[in-house]
């Protein structure tokens, strides 16, 4: 199925990313020409660069992923232009409690997705961190 300039793969020979009903990340994007856009690691900062969500997790995701959806924008993209994103959490249990907050975001065909827990961000009032890979006509 298309997504903007690029088109999800599935094959029934990997098992199916779902949580309940929501489709998690896809296994193959397949980008059909285009610009590439790429998005530095987005943490929980507003657009004044205040740090939003101190210890909560679900705002954190939220305002990371409405940090990269504007800076899609500010590309001429969007979120169905998206072909890789790669996640950086501080307590990766933590974080898949909130995956529903990604899905509102990324839809029914969401894009590739790499999702690793590390140490620390940079700096400690930060638990996630997210970089993006688009395509755009």
């Known amino acids: 199925m298309p997504r903007g300039h690029a088109r999800r793969i599935d094959t029934p020979a990997l098992h199916r990313p779902t949580r ?44 990371v992923c409405d940090n990269v959806r504007t800076a899609l924008a500010a590309a001429g993209a969007d979120v169905a ?25 990324f839809g029914a065909e969401p894009p590739t997705s790499t999702t690793v827990e590390v140490r620390r961000l940079a700096a400690p009032e930060f638990l996630v961190e997210m970089d993006a890979i688009a395509v755009v006509a």
Do not use: C, P, W
């Open 20 to 63: 309940g009903d929501r489709l998690l990340y896809s296994h193959t994007v397949v980008a059909q020409g285009g610009r590439m856009v790429f998005i530095a690691g987005q943490l929980s900062r507003n657009g004044e660069g205040a740090v939003v969500g101190r210890g909560d997790m679900r705002a954190q995701i939220r305002q």
């Open 81 to 105: 232009d998206l072909v890789k994103t790669t996640t950086y959490v501080t307590d990766i249990d933590e974080f898949f409690k909130h995956v529903d907050v990604r899905s509102e975001y």
